[in-house]
């Protein structure tokens, strides 16, 4: 079975400061992890995934994640954060079989 | 592709009444998934297909849930009666199930008011 815990339900964060967003996942086979993001009112769009090609992934709007197995987290980074930043961010994770699990999710918010 | 349809957008309904909320999904995919959007419980997955069959029903929270997909092209969730604490944002997203898990693409979701 997976699970995803996505540590901090808010977070914030200066504009141009170093944006982290921490996920910890539980899996019993090799994971797919991925990291999506929500505006409002709408539905949620990739931001990047990990399927064991590499494990620093990069992803759209400057955001990357790293795959630590030692430390079972998948965190997503973005060194200097933008006022457009300011969304949902989910953290998932699927094994052998298609199904998908979301965490919780945190808010990021920017200020000015 | 026009990605992955949801109608309607808005559902206002009164307790007691049948709704049914429809998914296209992107054509080619052969995986479909139903979630449900909650402040309090965040995103649930509902139920998944895989190549139309259902495959894990656990996350339908009770009877009066159901959900079909007669086709590839097609999907239903279908609430019948509904409460308002079904009130939520229901999101249909589908993917392709191949050697590599490829991520779920989102609807625009379904806004559920039940009152």
């Known amino acids: 079975a997976q699970s995803v815990t996505q540590l901090g339900s808010h977070v914030s964060v200066s504009e141009g400061a170093l944006v982290l967003l921490r996920c910890n996942y539980s899996?019993?086979?090799?994971?797919?992890l991925f990291w999506y993001v929500q505006y409002p009112n709408q539905g949620l769009q990739l931001l990047l995934k990990y399927t064991s090609a590499a494990t620093l992934v990069k992803g759209i709007n400057g955001f990357e994640a790293e795959f630590k197995k030692s430390e079972t987290s998948f965190h997503l980074t973005k060194p200097s954060a933008h006022m457009s930043d300011a969304a949902e961010y989910f953290c998932a994770v699927s094994g052998s079989a298609s199904k998908i699990i979301f965490g919780s999710g945190t808010r990021l918010s920017i200020r000015p | 592709d026009a990605g992955v349809i949801q109608s309607p957008r808005h559902e206002v309904t009164e307790m007691g009444q049948e709704v049914t909320l429809r998914c296209k999904p992107i054509s080619g995919h052969n995986s479909l998934f139903w979630y449900r959007q909650t402040m309090m419980r965040g995103l649930e997955l509902l139920i998944y297909?895989?190549?139309?069959?259902?495959?894990?029903d656990s996350g339908m929270p009770e009877d009066r849930f159901s959900a079909k997909m007669p086709n590839a092209s097609f999907s239903t969730l279908k609430i019948q009666p509904s409460e308002p604490r079904d009130s939520a944002v229901y999101f249909c997203?589908?993917?392709?199930?191949?050697?590599?898990?490829?991520?779920?693409?989102f609807g625009q979701g379904t806004r559920l008011t039940v009152v």
């Open positions: 997203a589908s993917s392709l199930d191949g050697e590599v898990n490829t991520e779920a693409f």
């Open positions: 899996s019993s086979v090799p994971p797919y």
């Open positions: 297909f895989n190549n139309n069959v259902p495959i894990d």
